[in-house]
């Protein structure tokens, strides 16, 4: 097979994303491996040292032109001759050999090696939940196509077991031991009796010599001529010898022509020769002359029930009732009674001998037989009866395993060889290939006579994939028996393998139009296809349109049609046509339309009308061929709450459950945030044979994420990252991971996953952040060596290059990396910056000057921040400005940018117009350094209340009963600022927090972690440009803060967020309101079964979470429930709420004890805090009547316990305070009515003249000035 054709197959095979799923870099070692001869290479293709084998595969598949060649194969724009895809890896790959014609012959063998290898990859892959099971439309179309030919394959072999049976039963018991062994002939007898105990114990051949030994010394009566030429017959029959044994039974009957055992044995022989009526003529007579002969009546049962004679066999049973307990007649009748869909009772009928004698072979393979027919006709059912299919092939399984053991000491090799047959196939359609194909060798071995095996060998091949192994079976078959059942699966390998003369070849002329089944639709399809891969002056496409005319409502037609316009890419009408044959279609037909329509709508992207079709196929089966295929549906359609209950029914309902179900489970379960059992699923991918590194990384991002540090740690430490090279994204978070973890190599995992990922930007991003973090380790190579970049500049031109000197575990992707062996790379290593490097050849004398040495993390890290611009112009997460000397026009230019963008994102905040989570997310990388910023300078209050006296009415009225709350991220922040964690922890039995508002504060951690000392250029509310610079202290104060903050919120209780499932876009959302926003307004409310009450200090966000109908209050409405409780001493509400008012969070509800106490801690004396508290009373936040009622309380509570200038101070503090945001004369004057109403304050006749006079003053003033 040409390497165009495996590259079209690969390419169809897959969808986006695959990179992320298939190995690429195991099947180029492994391709490598077998091109080269290794010995421990399967299937190794010579003995070759061609050097640069995998480095060229490397730089082709990692190339654009590649990329390309991939995309328009994939997507069928074109096809490609093989001559391009070898030119495209000589040039991309750089292969280049002595000659060309060597070049093209090592290149194409390289190529299509490779190519075979990447398909292996593509079918073993499992798929995320990004291509969760996308085995490509190809391989899901045939899926259900291969299995019907395995079932039609069972079915051929099915219909000869009870026949067989028959026969060796009917053998087996035409002659018995006489007992006798005196008189003449005593010694022949004697023999005779033991050959015939030897064919009853399944030694045959031994029976066989024995019996030709007696023939060949004695002259034998009559009788014993009889006795010995029968039991040949037997061990001929026995052996899968007929044709000896007809001509056995036929001189058994000339030697005794009225002996009823004789007569029923030629009329076995009729029955092997096709004479069915001189068959059952013979049982007749066998039967009269002796009424209870079992096999007789097996000879008559069966060929009644292949004559469709059902009344005359119905009569006959009926008036012949012991023919059920009879061993040879109660075999054939189970069969008969299995293919009739009585399935009970064929069981029933084996499981009663079998009692009688458990050492029965042919009750035990008569038994898996017809449980066999009963999975087969569920399997045929689909839907709600594969339940019982599978069930079934269990059992099946079970009694041909039985019949084996009892084989394997007989040489009843034909038996044996069928019970392999059998239990292969029950193998098989579990999905148990490898044991299937085991088996069947096993078959082929026992008895090389029987196709059979051969036959299902190859189909199950098919299944596998593996189409040259399957090609030599089915070829065999053709080959030695010409079976028309191996017409069409040989067919579909010929065109897998790309031999379309071949295909066409076999199948032509095999197949018309005329009046096709759904069993012809194989055949049907394949003719088309050949036709179009073909040049053909009479198409068959042609006697399909004939035959539409004539019968345009025939679904079979129509799906042929259908297959057929998909291939001329006439999506539309293939569409119709689907939609037509599916209307027209009877309920035995819908399921196989329904199948071809999902097909359709899988290969078109459109999956969730994909989902809906297989799902009425399925039926709600989880044991169903295409419940996997269901479950990629829903979770490629984001249909993931149902796509999690499907992987659930399946794990619950299924034995062996793929891989991929377990994994596509635990993503989902990851993404709302329910990490135990996520965890549970990781660990029983991570204890699998098929288990890869990447599994368990995700297992060790999955234990950091719920907390399980140590068992992390374990994790990766157990790691080989050079395994995830295929995977660099992959291999970027572990060493994301590792900074987190403390573990060691996290700057050469991000190395490695940028240098594979060399075109991934965000790879490019996190290799910057994580050098940052680890610059101040580095120190600059002083001489060159392995591991470093060099700068050369050419002495003649003046011209300066980088060369990079390889480590030894890196591979050459570019032209201007040197392995250390090269022989440029070993005169370079050693010297140092300023050294003369001379080099000659034959022509010329270059030489080079060293210019700057550095070692490979610090280049790597110069190159992405030069080129990350030139690489993604439309990423902007990197930015550099470029500009000349002493001119930084441009550098204000953005910074005025940045500063325009971000007063209109805070006068939106401000205005109430979004979330602080949106807000943050839109001017800073992470909300809670926002939060922090925020709370520091109070440029952006906190919005988190409303300032409704509702707001308190219902804080008081839920929380008093409440057992359990969940904090969202800001809450959490305010939380641990005021430092009552514990306190709630002891009011509160739950005290929870979304694990969505985990994962940001981990994010945060690892970012502060990532942080370098910076400083950052700005523009101020006035106007000025401001550089501010972040130093060592500040930056270890931000690390603590984040490191304390997450201790803090892992010591809570988690709730996962299953809402998130029923968002229509919960990218969209996490991009907008960031993961923890999401995470609280999709929280669960519920933890173990106590009800929690929201906590969220974000305004707009609580407004959203009660959208939901959930319950909110902010984070006063605990510290009120806190003091009512007791958990709090009002000093301590006080201090809390006044610490509140100096974060700058607006709506606060404070009385004028609030302030007096904290005026009180601080001696009566204003500070910061007691400003901040009186702050909340400015306007319009706060309401006029409330503010002036509170000064009035304080004034009331403190004029007696200050002196009057202190008391003075504070009454000019609080009127400034209120005329702010108010009409000053109005306010005023509400102050005035309301002190002069103060009974307290009437008490004291002096304070309260100064007080009021204090006011009046100010009335005063600012009445002249409006006058």
């Given amino acids: 097979m040409g390497p165009e054709v495996l590259l079209g197959i690969a390419a169809r095979l897959v969808v986006a994303g695959w990179r992320d799923v298939v190995d690429i870099d195991r099947a180029i070692k492994s391709a490598a491996d077998k091109f080269r001869g290794d010995p421990d290479a399967q299937g190794a293709t010579g003995s070759r040292d061609v050097p640069g084998v995998e480095t060229a595969l490397e730089r082709w598949v990692g190339s654009d032109e590649f990329k390309d060649l991939f995309h328009l194969a994939q997507i069928g724009e074109r096809d490609f001759a093989a001559e391009e895809v070898i030119s495209s890896f000589i040039t991309e790959g750089d292969f280049y050999m002595p000659s060309r014609a060597e070049s093209e012959r090592l290149a194409e063998e390289i190529v299509s090696v490779f190519l075979g290898e990447l398909l292996s990859e593509i079918y073993q892959s499992k798929w995320g939940i990004s291509a969760l099971a996308n085995r490509g439309e190809e391989l899901a179309a045939h899926g259900r196509q291969q299995r019907n030919q395995i079932l039609t394959g069972v079915e051929a072999l099915r219909a000869d077991m009870g026949f067989l049976v028959a026969k060796a039963t009917a ?239 007989t040489d009843l090799d034909s038996q044996l060889s069928s019970a392999l047959v059998v239990r292969g196939f029950a193998k098989a359609l579990q999905g148990h290939i490898d044991a299937a194909l085991s088996d069947l060798d096993d078959a082929v071995r026992a008895d090389p006579r029987d196709p059979s095996p051969l036959h299902v060998r190859g189909l199950v091949l098919m299944m596998a994939g593996r189409y040259d192994e399957a090609r030599d079976s089915l070829e065999q078959v053709w080959t030695d028996i010409g079976s028309e059942d191996v017409i069409a699966p040989l067919a579909e390998v010929y065109l897998r393998l790309g031999d379309h003369l071949a295909a066409k070849k076999l199948i032509r002329g095999k197949f018309t139009f005329e009046n096709p089944g759904p069993d012809d639709l194989w055949k049907a399809e394949l003719v088309c296809q050949v036709d179009m891969e073909t040049d053909d002056e009479d198409p068959a496409w042609r006697s399909l349109e004939e035959s539409l005319l004539k019968r345009p409502e025939d679904p079979w037609l129509l799906a042929v049609s259908a297959t057929r316009r998909r291939s001329l890419r006439d999506f539309v009408r293939a569409e119709e046509d689907l939609q037509k044959a599916l209307s027209f279609s009877d309920d035995s037909g819908r399921p196989e339309i329904l199948f071809r329509l999902g097909n359709f709508y899988w290969e078109m992207k459109r999956f969730s009308d994909a989902a809906d079709a297989y799902a009425k196929v399925v039926d709600d089966s989880p044991l169903h061929l295409l419940a996997v295929d269901l479950l990629g549906c829903l979770a490629e359609a984001r249909r993931l709450r149902e796509a999690l209950e499907w992987s659930r029914q399946i794990r619950k309902t299924r034995v062996e459950v793929p891989k991929h179900v377990i994994d596509t489970e635990a993503q989902i379960l990851e993404i709302v945030g329910d990490l135990p059992p996520a965890v549970a699923l990781r660990e029983q991918i991570c204890a699998r044979p098929d288990v890869n590194e990447s599994d368990r990384v995700r297992l ?146 270059l030489t080079y000057r060293v210019v700057a040495i550095q070692n490979k993390f610090v280049r790597a890290f110069q190159e992405t921040i030069a080129e990350f611009s030139t690489r993604f112009p439309d990423n902007t997460s990197l930015s550099r400005i470029v500009a000349d000397e002493g001119d930084i026009t441009k550098l204000i230019q953005a910074t005025e940018r940045r500063a325009q963008f971000v007063r209109s994102v805070e006068e939106r905040y401000r205005e109430g117009g979004f979330p602080f989570a949106m807000f943050s997310s839109l001017i800073g990388p992470s909300p809670v350094e926002v939060w922090r910023a925020c709370t520091v300078d109070g440029s952006v209050p906190i919005r988190f209340a409303m300032g409704d006296p509702r707001e308190a009415d219902l804080a008081q009225a839920l929380l008093p009963g409440t057992q359990g709350i969940v904090l969202d991220l800001p809450a959490v922040l305010t939380v641990h600022e005021l430092g009552i964690g514990d306190q709630l922890k002891a009011r509160f039995g739950c005290v929870a927090v979304p694990q969505h508002v985990v994962d940001e504060f981990q994010a945060t951690n690892t970012m502060a972690k990532t942080m370098r000392a910076s400083g950052h250029l700005g523009k101020s509310d006035d106007g000025r440009y401001v550089f501010s610079e972040r130093h060592d202290e500040g930056l270890a104060a931000w690390r603590d803060f984040a490191q304390s903050v997450l201790e803090f919120v892992e010591s809570l209780e988690r709730v996962p967020a299953y809402q998130v499932l029923d968002l229509g876009d919960a990218e969209f959302a996490v991009e907008a309101l960031t993961i923890s926003g999401v995470g609280a307004i999709c929280s669960d409310m519920k933890l173990d079964g106590t009800p929690l009450v929201m906590v969220s200090d974000d305004v707009a966000l609580a407004n959203l979470v009660r959208a939901t109908g959930k319950e909110v209050v902010n984070s006063q409405g605990v510290l009120e429930e806190l003091l009512r409780s007791g958990a709090l001493e009002a000093e301590e509400y006080s201090a809390a709420v006044g610490q509140l008012a100096s974060m700058h969070y607006t709506f606060l509800r404070l009385g004028a004890d609030d302030i007096l106490r904290r005026l009180k801690a601080n001696g009566y004396i204003s500070n910061e805090e007691t400003r901040a508290m009186l702050g909340t009373l400015r306007g319009p936040d706060s309401d006029p009547r409330t503010a002036v009622a509170v000064v009035t309380g304080l004034i009331s509570r403190v004029f007696d316990r200050v002196p009057l200038s202190q008391l003075g101070m504070i009454l000019e503090l609080s009127m400034d305070v209120l005329c702010q945001g108010r009409t000053t004369l109005g306010t005023l004057t509400r102050l005035k009515d309301s002190l002069e109403a103060d009974s307290k304050l009437a008490l004291s006749p002096f304070e309260r003249e100064f007080v009021l006079s204090r006011v009046r003053t100010q009335l005063d003033i600012h009445s002249n000035e409006l006058a």
């Fill in 171 to 409: 053998s087996a018991g035409s002659d018995k031991a006489s007992g006798d062994t005196t008189g003449p002939h005593s010694d022949a007898k004697a023999e005779i009796d033991l050959a015939r105990q030897l064919i009853d114990l399944g030694h045959v051949r031994s029976a066989r010599e024995k019996l030709e030994s007696v023939r060949a010394k004695s002259s034998l009566s009559v009788d014993l001529e009889f006795r010995v030429v029968t039991n040949l017959g037997a061990c001929a029959i026995a052996e899968g010898d007929y044709e000896s044994a007809c001509l056995f039974f036929d001189e058994a009957h000339e030697l005794q022509p009225d002996n009823p055992k004789g007569i029923t044995n030629v009329s076995v022989a009729a029955r092997l020769r096709g004479d069915a009526e001189r068959a059952l003529d013979l049982a007749h007579r066998a039967l009269e002359l002796e009424p209870r002969n079992g096999h007789a009546a097996a000879i008559i049962i069966e060929s009644f029930w292949e004559a469709e004679e059902r009344e005359q066999l119905r009569e006959f049973i009926t008036s012949h009732a012991w023919v059920t307990a009879d061993r040879s007649s109660g075999l054939v009748l189970a069969d008969v009674r299995a293919k009739q869909g009585r399935f009970e009772e064929a069981a029933q009928l084996c499981q009663t001998l079998i009692e009688d004698d458990p050492k029965d072979i042919g009750a035990h393979l008569m038994l898996s037989q017809c449980l066999f027919t009963e999975a087969q006709a569920s399997l045929a059912k689909g839907g709600a009866a594969e339940n019982t299919a599978h069930e079934r092939l269990k059992q099946c399984e079970e009694a041909a395993s039985r019949a084996i053991e009892l084989l394997d000491s």
């Fill in 700 to 845: 060790a991002l999955l234990q950091f994420r719920a907390g399980l540090r140590d068992a992390a740690r374990k994790t990766v430490e157990s790691l080989e990252p050079s395994d995830l090279q295929g995977d660099p994204r992959l291999l970027l978070e572990l060493a994301k991971l590792k900074v987190m973890l403390g573990v060691d190599g996290a700057l050469n995992d991000a190395y490695a996953a940028r240098r594979h990922g060399i075109d991934d930007p965000d790879l490019h991003s996190g290799y910057f952040a994580i050098f940052l973090a680890h610059d101040h380790e580095m120190a600059e190579p002083e001489l060159v060596a392995p591991g470093c970049a060099v700068r050369l500049r050419d002495t003649l031109t003046g011209e300066e290059t980088w060369w990079s000197i390889l480590d030894d575990e890196d591979e050459r992707y570019d032209t201007s990396e040197l392995p250390a062996n090269h022989k440029f790379a070993r005169r370079l290593i050693g010297s140092a910056v300023g050294d003369k490097i001379e080099m000659r050849d034959d022509l010329e004398e």
